[in-house]
């Protein structure tokens, strides 16, 4: 078994548990969260960052180090995607707030 941090954006980071032979979770996870971001926000300019999966292998001899780590489950899609919602929002508020309006082509 492979134990892995994985995380979204600046979402908290989870414990992913893997059997070698089903590595292609890996992949379902990012398809799902990119899946999500590319309908609800289809113009967003830095869909990459939201979309992109930051994974990083937990050595196997550092695995207990890791236990205080929530383990993805059935409801952590959910979260991730809550978290990566929010993010985006702000970001379209600060843009918003940053704009000199007067000068503004919007």
Do not use: C, G, K, Q
């Given at each position: 078994m492979k134990s892995y941090l994985i995380s979204f954006g600046n979402s908290k980071q989870y414990r992913l548990d893997i059997e070698r032979d089903s590595s292609s979770q890996l992949c379902d996870i990012k398809k799902s969260v990119g899946e999500?971001?590319?309908?609800?926000?289809?113009?967003?300019?830095d869909k990459n960052f939201y979309e992109s999966m930051i994974v990083k292998q937990i050595p196997d001899d550092k695995s207990h180090d890791y236990d205080a780590y929530p383990a993805f489950g059935n409801d952590s899609i959910p979260e991730i995607e809550a978290v990566l919602v929010r993010e985006i929002?702000?970001?379209?508020?600060?843009?918003?707030?940053?704009?000199?309006a007067p000068y503004d082509d919007l």
């Open positions: 999500y971001i590319s309908s609800n926000f289809p113009t967003l300019a929002h702000d970001m379209e508020d600060v843009a918003v707030l940053n704009r000199n």
